[in-house]
T-cell receptor
């Protein structure tokens, strides 16, 4: 079975440009998460959706970040305008909520560098 | 405030030298405690879920245990391929998201 699929795997962009990260969750999963990982802060939750509805976006840094989930098989995380401090690895993850302890499965990440 | 603290930050072992990683947590209404393994350039890979104090789970050379305040990941006779960062995370109450510790970077030398 395919796992969580993210694209692009690597992106280098200039400050001020728009960045769009994409995610396809595991088929049948109903919760989707966006995490950001940096050396300083580790893994931090940005936002999560349940049944395509945003449940908790308290981790979204500021208005420059937005996330959408138009259907059960696709989500985007957009940064506009991008800044050098946004450089990090962005992980998408999914789970089947309500089953046991909510095991969350991660994609391979999108490595973003803003110069 | 919910908090997950892992120690040590880094651990170097010789092949075959058993040891333990610690994950202490303060969270109200613990729902589950998770262990993940992360290799460089990869996403976290699920290892174990523990739900209640006293529970233990094993997988190959790894064994995870849980008390009311902390969890241990015991590594028995490690091999170089066990080298990775091990992440601990918790979920609480009705929240579905994971709260992560910063991880322990394990290096096993042959």
């Amino acid at each position: 079975d395919a796992g969580v699929i993210q694209s692009p795997r690597h992106e280098v962009t200039e400050m001020g440009q728009e960045v769009t990260l994409r995610c396809k969750p595991i088929s049948g999963h109903n919760s989707l998460f966006w995490y950001r990982q940096t050396m300083m802060r580790g893994l931090e939750l940005l936002i999560y959706f349940n049944n395509n509805v945003p449940i908790d976006d308290s981790g979204m840094p500021e208005d420059r970040f937005s996330a959408k989930m138009p259907n059960a098989s696709f989500s985007t995380l957009k940064i506009q305008p991008s800044e050098p401090r946004d450089s990090a690895v962005y992980f998408c993850a999914s789970s089947l909520a309500g089953v046991g302890g909510n095991t969350i499965y991660f994609g391979e990440g999108s490595w973003l560098t803003v110069v | 405030e919910d908090q997950v603290t892992q120690s040590p930050e880094a651990l170097r072992l010789q092949e075959g030298e058993s040891s333990s990683l610690n994950c202490s947590y303060t969270v109200s209404g613990l729902r589950g405690l998770f262990w993940y393994r992360q290799d460089p350039g990869k996403g976290p890979e699920f290892l174990f879920t523990l739900y209640s104090a006293g529970e233990e789970k094993e997988k190959e050379r790894l064994k995870a245990t849980l008390t009311k305040k902390e969890s241990f990941l015991h590594i028995t006779a490690p091999k170089p391929e066990d080298s990775a960062t091990y992440l601990c995370a918790v979920t609480r109450g009705s929240q579905g998201n994971l709260i992560f510790g910063k991880g322990t970077k394990l290096s096993v030398k042959p």
